[in-house]
């Protein structure tokens, strides 16, 4: 992995309750984070007594090499979100200086948990389509925005197989957003729910409460 491409902005836990419909007895559950970044919602949730584990490459490199890449990026994401007002939904985030605000905030949230978490085994450097855990190793397992996001990128097969790798080390799976860069639903996603649907699996397209990328506000559930 190289950090020269990552965009490293994370989430807050009250942005995942969100994100995935999260109550409180799924907060209760162990939760396995996929690709969760430089999220503050380990770092968050673990303060209330919860048991999340967060698997992503980027934690092969130091807290201040996240910070070096967070600061060099930020700026012209930005500038992007502002130079295209049509593709964006100022709810929960007010505006494009608000967005960097919560993500900045996020960011220091998991910096000031990420020696700490790693110690402790809840940040641990992985990725898929290859989960590094035993079958049913966790209750439900969380994938924020890298699945369908980079559809562009990663194409049907590696989606179909890090499917299947989450439900084999969790009994239920949820992914958001299901739209790509570009705005426009993932075309690995009904070939997707016909293959899942075949194999036996419970299947579902929820609305969600959440909305940055206009349109992308609906979340899959895949239940064992």
């Not at 900045?104 to 110690?119: H, M, N, S």
Request: net charge neutral.
């Amino acid at each position: 992995m190289r950090l020269d491409r990552v965009v490293p902005f994370g989430r807050t836990l009250d942005e995942y309750i969100q994100i995935f419909n999260l109550s409180e007895a799924d907060l209760n559950r162990r939760i396995l984070g996929v690709g969760d970044g430089p999220a503050s919602f380990n770092a968050e949730a673990t303060q209330l007594g919860k048991s999340v584990c967060s698997i992503d490459p980027i934690y092969d490199f130091s807290a201040a090499q996240i910070q070096q890449r967070f600061d060099a990026v930020v700026d012209d994401i930005l500038d992007q979100v502002a130079a295209t007002p049509q593709d964006w939904v100022w709810s929960y985030h007010r505006s494009p200086a608000d967005l960097r605000r919560n993500r900045e905030t996020a960011l220091a949230r998991f910096l000031a948990d990420y020696d700490l978490g790693k110690q402790a085994g809840r940040y641990r450097s992985g990725a898929l389509p290859k989960l590094e855990f035993a079958k049913d190793a966790f209750d439900l397992a969380l994938c924020s925005h890298f699945l369908f996001l980079y559809s562009a990128q990663v194409d049907y097969e590696f989606h179909r197989a890090s499917i299947y790798e989450m439900l084999r080390v969790s009994p239920e799976i949820r992914i958001f957003p299901l739209l790509t860069l570009m705005l426009k639903r993932s075309p690995h996603l009904d070939p997707l729910l016909r293959d899942l649907t075949h194999q036996g699996y419970w299947v579902s397209v929820q609305r969600v409460p959440y909305e940055l990328q206009r349109g992308g506000n609906e979340m899959l559930v895949v239940r064992r």
